[in-house]
């Protein structure tokens, strides 16, 4: 028997429907709200609705980081901004097609803020306007996941994961819903983005995980302007022979990850990423009542239009983050957090070098499985290469997360 269960993102207002065998099965409480399973209270709503698949099965998901955002500037000359935000809105679809229960397609759209001008050759010329900061759905995953087509390894085909930020967003720091991690964080390292077109070889045992392959090397955001490639991998070492589930698990991990990019994005004499290499080292030790974790970046600008100039690629230099984590409750659902980042980035031969720090505090509750709240405080601190005021900024932040 075919079995379909769907449901949707409420951001994106699509409602929650199961289906078995075709016909949708809803249930509405005395409130006039709508379930999906049968409950006290709760009767069923009649209805004719069908759905139809070619796949065995389908499953829909979704998660939404939906905040408030109060930024205060130390610099009088620039004014204090405050912002609702929907910073992530996912809906998700994966279609197993195979006879194989872990081989499935992906694909995964997201919703967000659309500010600058599409450019596709790096000349400057726009190909699409602004939207004006309208909210956009783009596509951030599309792959063929097939499993272990080799001895404990699979690969993901298409618009697929790259092999560092997952792993460490599951097993490392857990609170992507206020920041993004040091090699993607814009007041960080920002030398690399979490998707990409490509190919990638996941490798799992007890002891050892290995993502690893080629991509376009732009990220899942920028067009390939050049035909270079990008070689990225992540092995990781599990020592006590256990895996993630920070809440539940004891593990200790050390990774060592990176990137080798060719041709990569505009030339450094324009302030962009060319031929960038970097390596990180990372380890992390969970216990479910606490979490604490480290590592170092550091990343190279090869090409030879930037030695002959003495010029620097914005994303050279070297960097660290370390984040703690604490946890209390039955549930471990009352959690306290704090995480540091330090990326110095190369500047032009001659000039002086400067840090850009980021300090980051908080609580969260995690309500239920499908509902947590974050409130933090992030201090972007950072030495400024021209002597100039200030850019100290204070941000005060209101989060809830949702899966489902």
């Given amino acids: 028997m075919k079995k379909i269960v769907l449901s949707s993102l409420v951001a994106l207002t699509l409602g929650t429907v199961a289906a078995n065998a075709?016909?949708?099965?809803?249930?509405?409480?005395?409130?006039?709200?709508?379930?999906?399973?049968?409950?006290?209270?709760r009767t069923a709503i009649k209805t004719d609705t069908s759905v139809f698949s070619h796949a065995d099965k389908l499953k829909f998901d979704g998660q939404a980081f939906i905040g408030y955002k109060y930024t205060d500037y130390a610099n009088a000359a620039t004014q204090d901004t405050q912002d609702f935000e929907i910073r992530r809105g996912y809906f998700q679809l994966k279609a197993y097609l195979l006879d194989d229960p872990k081989s499935y397609y992906r694909v995964t759209m997201d919703l967000t803020r659309e500010t600058d001008s599409f450019n596709a050759n790096g000349t400057g010329a726009s190909l699409k306007a602004s939207t004006n900061g309208s909210m956009v759905v783009r596509a951030k995953y599309a792959y063929l996941n097939l499993h272990n087509v080799l001895p404990v390894t699979?690969?993901?085909?298409?618009?697929?994961?790259?092999?560092?930020?997952?792993?460490?967003?599951?097993?490392?720091?857990?609170?992507r819903s206020i920041s993004?991690?040091?090699?993607?964080?814009?007041?960080?390292?920002?030398?690399?983005?979490?998707?990409?077109?490509?190919?990638?070889?996941?490798?799992?045992?007890?002891?050892?995980?290995?993502?690893?392959?080629?991509?376009?090397?732009?990220?899942?955001?920028?067009?390939?302007?050049?035909?270079?490639?990008?070689?990225?991998?992540?092995?990781?070492?599990?020592?006590?022979?256990?895996?993630?589930?920070?809440?539940?698990?004891?593990?200790l991990d050390a990774s060592f990850f990176g990137q080798l990019n060719q041709k990569h994005s505009l030339n450094s004499v324009t302030n962009e990423y060319d031929d960038l290499d970097f390596y990180g080292f990372h380890t992390v030790f969970n216990m479910p009542a606490f979490l604490a974790s480290a590592q170092y970046v550091t990343s190279t600008d090869t090409s030879s239009n930037s030695s002959a100039t003495g010029a620097a690629s914005k994303g050279s230099?070297?960097?660290?983050?370390?984040?703690?984590?604490?946890?209390?409750?039955?549930?471990?659902?009352?959690?306290?957090?704090?995480?540091?980042?330090?990326?110095?980035?190369?500047?032009?031969?001659?000039?002086?070098?400067?840090?850009?720090?980021?300090?980051?505090?908080?609580?969260?509750?995690?309500?239920?499985?499908?509902?947590?709240?974050?409130?933090?405080?992030?201090?972007?601190?950072?030495?400024?290469?021209?002597?100039?005021?200030?850019?100290?900024?204070?941000?005060?932040?209101?989060?809830?997360?949702?899966?489902?």
């Avoid at 075709?22 to 209270?41: C, I, P, R, S, W």
């Avoid at 690969?155 to 599951?170: K, T």
């Fill in 22 to 41: 075709g016909a949708t099965k809803l249930y509405q409480d005395e409130n006039g709200q709508v379930f999906t399973q049968a409950g006290e209270g």
């Fill in 154 to 175: 699979s690969l993901e085909i298409g618009l697929a994961h790259r092999p560092w930020h997952d792993y460490e967003e599951h097993n490392s720091w857990m609170f």
């Fill in 180 to 251: 993004e991690i040091l090699i993607e964080n814009g007041n960080s390292a920002h030398i690399s983005s979490s998707a990409d077109f490509g190919v990638m070889a996941k490798t799992r045992t007890k002891y050892f995980d290995a993502d690893y392959g080629i991509f376009n090397g732009e990220g899942y955001h920028s067009a390939q302007v050049s035909n270079g490639m990008s070689l990225e991998w992540r092995f990781t070492g599990h020592l006590l022979g256990t895996h993630g589930h920070p809440d539940t698990n004891t593990y």
């Fill in 317 to 404: 230099g070297s960097g660290y983050s370390f984040n703690v984590e604490g946890r209390i409750g039955e549930e471990h659902q009352y959690k306290a957090f704090a995480r540091v980042d330090k990326w110095t980035p190369d500047v032009v031969s001659g000039a002086k070098k400067y840090a850009k720090n980021t300090y980051i505090g908080g609580v969260a509750w995690r309500q239920n499985s499908n509902v947590e709240w974050v409130a933090n405080v992030t201090i972007d601190d950072n030495d400024h290469a021209t002597g100039t005021a200030s850019p100290k900024s204070t941000s005060y932040m209101l989060t809830t997360q949702i899966d489902f």
